[in-house]
């Protein structure tokens, strides 16, 4: 057998695949940072407690309501999407003129409070999510076990992000939008309502860590913590795509998972810095990020 | 000096049945998790064991009065030791308990013994407690890493489970309960071919399973605790490495976490425990009054932990009649058996540790589990004698004696 690095090829396939079905997290999770980021200018840092509240909400809503997986799929993402609308009109719109640091601290305060209420009512330990019954078992792909469920979370986290840029770069709301960061007054004047197109905006981009989050709940600990552990590192892809950069959160976030992936065969010890070893060479080399332009 | 402090505990004791019982004071303080990740399995439930424990003595005892603080220390061991000091210093604390977290339990240990307090330890798992960091002022009740070694490790070597894999958290805790695992296994006949360390906290263990899968080894041993083996047995199920003939062997599960997993993800998971609240009646009856304060949630051995080492702590108070001196309480505790409705008899030995069998669960399939809590069918029951270190092999300067 074909070996690299003493490792057989086929075992060295399935680490890139599981690669890149964590890349499908981060590239999913950036996906709304750089969207929040690009046309708010507001670093979204409750974005990892609506990511939790995301799981949290699939697993109300099949105890209270009996409602599955499938349309919890739906159903979460718009309920957190519209917490993150109300958050939006409540506080973030009074930071627009200020600078960076105070829309920083506020949405992390926010996550703080939407954790410890979280914690407070359900424990630390977690909750129960089991995988939906028609995506339950694998293929055997002969290099290894590929579980449906993974194969779905690809599938529909590429779908997802390609759908998003598609409609921010190539379509006339997209259009509207990104002339509305450049110069909201002169939009303004063409008679669009950029604030309400403002906090839609917000409102899609939490409820894109909540569709993060349900995608999540069978697969890990839907635990209060959940989203703190991750925010971290999915930073540290928005700040190598380039903040902001919509191409660039997606690229990097599955460029990332495999890198992450491959780590974790050859020294697992290094998989939690490894990323962010990346980041501070990007950083010397291309400060504003591999995809973004400069400022 | 041990003569001179049991005469006076007998002077005292034979004084007291003559004369009228005098009032005694206590104050004690559960040192805990009250917001993060050891919250379900310590913190608040601590703290109402701890109240039941109380209100069942001072029924008892009427002249015993009985003072509970509490407090966070958030897993930080700067804030756990400057909690322990004001209690101490301040507050007239006489007895610290339940402190899940070695670091944070470590550290208040050699602080009860420079105050001369009591420090009762439910929560945290270290044996080093007991071993070359034992003192006289401190006893290691529940459980240790070495019990939890030795009961799944020995269990599933014996029974066939004799190739192993390790998925260890990279720090001190992980590595000392992988390597009391690895000399359990080793000793009777099983054989480790792998294992891999990964960053505690970590997500997705779908990597490191399939490097246990491609291993073949029978076993996939986790050292590890908390979100982190919850997030590798959520993994493992999806992976299908029970399906494909490979055993998980949780070494540090409590009953909380398999509460967070679901049946359906942790089913035919082994490990080992000293209590389960299904076990018997009287447990029954002691979780009925538990969940009044603790509505719809289920008692971990820690929890049980408390009320049965605050039960023995007090009536050796009231043996000595004080509770200033840690030593003279901690020397009477040690002198007498114990006995309370969670544990049964028991013993402390001379190194602090509280001696009591542990017992090997598996954990039921959905379709075996016919209520709410139950989680655990026995699979073996380990006798005192052999469920804990012996005294002479954990270099405890107090047992050399």
């Not at chain 1, 958050?87 to 305060?109: A, I, M, N, P, S």
């Not at chain 2, 589990?369 to 989680?375: A, E, L, N, V, W």
Request: hydrophobic share 45%.
């Amino acid at each position: 057998m074909l070996e690299i690095f003493g490792i057989p090829s086929t075992a060295l396939f399935g680490q890139l695949l599981i690669g890149l079905i964590n890349g499908s997290f981060y590239a999913l999770l950036s996906l709304g940072l750089a969207v929040i980021f690009g046309m708010l200018n507001i670093i979204n840092f409750s974005h990892g407690a609506q990511y939790m509240m995301g799981a949290f909400a699939a697993y109300l809503l099949l105890q209270y309501t009996g409602l599955g997986y499938w349309p919890a799929l739906i159903v979460a993402p718009i309920l957190v999407g519209i917490t993150g609308v109300i958050v939006e009109r409540l506080f973030l719109q009074r930071l627009y003129k200020l600078d960076h640091l105070y829309g920083l601290l506020l949405t992390f305060g926010l996550a703080l409070i939407f954790e410890g209420l979280a914690r407070n009512k359900f424990g630390s330990a977690g909750l129960p999510y089991t995988l939906p019954d028609s995506l339950r078992g694998g293929q055997n792909l002969g290099f290894m076990f590929l579980p449906n469920y993974r194969a779905w979370v690809i599938v529909a986290s590429l779908g997802i992000c390609l759908g998003t840029w598609f409609v921010i770069e190539w379509t006339r709301l997209g259009a509207y939008l990104r002339a509305a960061t450049e110069n909201p007054t002169l939009v303004r004047a063409f008679g669009i309502n950029v604030p309400r197109m403002i906090t839609l905006t917000y409102g899609f981009g939490v409820a894109l860590a909540a569709f993060a989050g349900v995608m999540a709940a069978p697969i890990y600990n839907v635990s209060p913590q959940m989203g703190s552990e991750l925010i971290i590192v999915v930073f540290a892809v928005v700040v190598i795509g380039g903040m902001g950069s919509i191409l660039g959160a997606i690229v990097t976030g599955f460029g990332l998972g495999v890198i992450e992936g491959l780590t974790k065969v050859f020294f697992p010890e290094a998989s939690n810095t490894v990323i962010f070893v990346i980041m501070a060479i990007v950083l010397l080399v291309r400060p504003a990020g591999l995809f973004g332009r400069r400022a | 000096m041990n003569r001179v402090i049991s005469l006076a505990a007998l002077a005292t004791a034979l004084a007291c049945t003559s004369a009228q019982a005098q009032q005694l004071n206590v104050k004690i303080g559960v040192l805990t998790d009250m917001s993060s990740l050891y919250a379900d399995l310590s913190g608040p439930g601590s703290v109402a064991a701890a109240k039941l424990a109380i209100a069942d003595f001072t029924k008892a005892n009427p002249n015993v009065k009985v003072e509970l603080v509490s407090g966070d220390h958030q897993n930080k061991p700067d804030i756990g030791s400057q909690i322990a000091n004001q209690w101490f210093d301040v507050d007239k604390v006489d007895m610290i308990i339940d402190t899940p977290n070695s670091g944070v339990a470590l550290a208040v240990s050699q602080i009860t013994t420079t105050k001369n307090k009591v420090f009762i330890v439910s929560g945290a798992a270290a044996s080093d407690l007991t071993g070359p960091k034992c003192t006289a002022n401190t006893i290691h009740w529940t459980y240790d890493t070495w019990m939890l070694a030795n009961g799944t490790g020995k269990a599933l070597a014996k029974t066939g489970g004799d190739t192993w894999f390790f998925l260890t958290a990279d720090y001190a805790f992980g590595h000392a309960l992988e390597r009391d695992t690895m000399a359990a296994v080793e000793k009777n006949g099983g054989k480790v071919v792998g294992k891999v360390r990964h960053p505690l906290n970590t997500n997705d263990f779908s990597s490191f399973l399939l490097q246990a899968q491609s291993s073949k080894a029978k076993v996939v041993g986790l050292a590890n605790a908390g979100g982190d083996t919850i997030n590798s047995i959520k993994a493992g199920a999806e992976f299908g490495i029970v399906k494909g003939g490979q055993k998980f062997a949780g070494l540090l599960v409590f009953a909380s976490d398999v509460n967070a997993l679901g049946l359906q993800n942790a089913q035919g998971l082994t490990l080992t425990e000293t209590w389960y609240w299904d076990m018997n009646d009287t447990n029954r009856a002691w979780t009925k009054r538990w969940q009044q304060e603790r509505a719809g949630k289920f008692p971990t051995m820690v929890h049980a932990g408390v009320y049965s080492g605050l039960t023995h702590y007090l009536k050796s108070v009231a043996a000595v009649k004080s509770a200033a001196d840690g030593k003279a309480v901690v020397e009477q505790m040690k002198k007498t058996p114990t006995d309370d409705v969670l544990f049964g008899k028991g013993t402390v030995r001379a190194d602090g540790r509280k001696v009591h069998p542990a017992y090997l669960f598996e954990v039921k399939a959905p379709s075996e589990s016919k209520y709410p809590g139950d989680f655990y069918k026995v699979r073996a029951t380990i006798p005192a004698e052999e469920a804990f270190r012996p005294l002479n092999e954990g270099n405890c300067p107090l047992a050399k004696g």
